[in-house]
Nanobody, 116 residues
Framework: QVQLVESGGGLVQPGGSLRLSCVASGSIFRVYNMAWYRQVPGKQREWVAI???????NYIDSVKGRFTASTDNAKNTVYLQMNSLKPEDTAVYYC??????????WGQGTQVTVSS
């Protein structure tokens, strides 16, 4: 069972930046498409960014041009660079396989709070 550990969240002012990291206990990024998801209380978890084994990326419309997903297979790590953050980006962020129906165990996530 692959374990995923997210980090890099925090409190940032609107317009600021954060880089999230997700470290996997095994080399899954070469085998599975991955996604960054986020969840706010009372709402369903939603995917934010997808990165395929071939390096193709896609983003939900609300983060296009601001977020960038990438992987470092040597480090078993997937990243999410988040720029020009907005209060509506506030959520707990997770990484896992994509699509959601294939997701394995969830990590603890990392809290991102965008507030002045």
């Amino acid at each position: 069972q692959v374990q995923l550990v997210e980090s890099g969240g925090g409190l940032v002012q609107p317009g600021g930046s954060l880089r999230l990291s997700c470290v996997a206990s095994g080399s899954i990024f070469r085998v599975y498409n991955m996604a960054w998801y986020r969840q706010v209380p009372g709402k369903q978890r939603e995917w934010v960014a997808i990165i395929t084994t071939g390096g193709y990326t896609n983003y939900i419309d609300s983060v296009k041009g601001r977020f960038t997903a990438s992987t470092d297979n040597a480090k078993n790590t997937v990243y999410l660079q988040m720029n020009s953050l907005k209060p509506e980006d506030t959520a707990v962020y997770y990484c896992n396989k994509y699509p959601l129906s294939t997701a394995g165990s969830w990590g603890q996530g990392t809290q991102v709070t965008v507030s002045s």
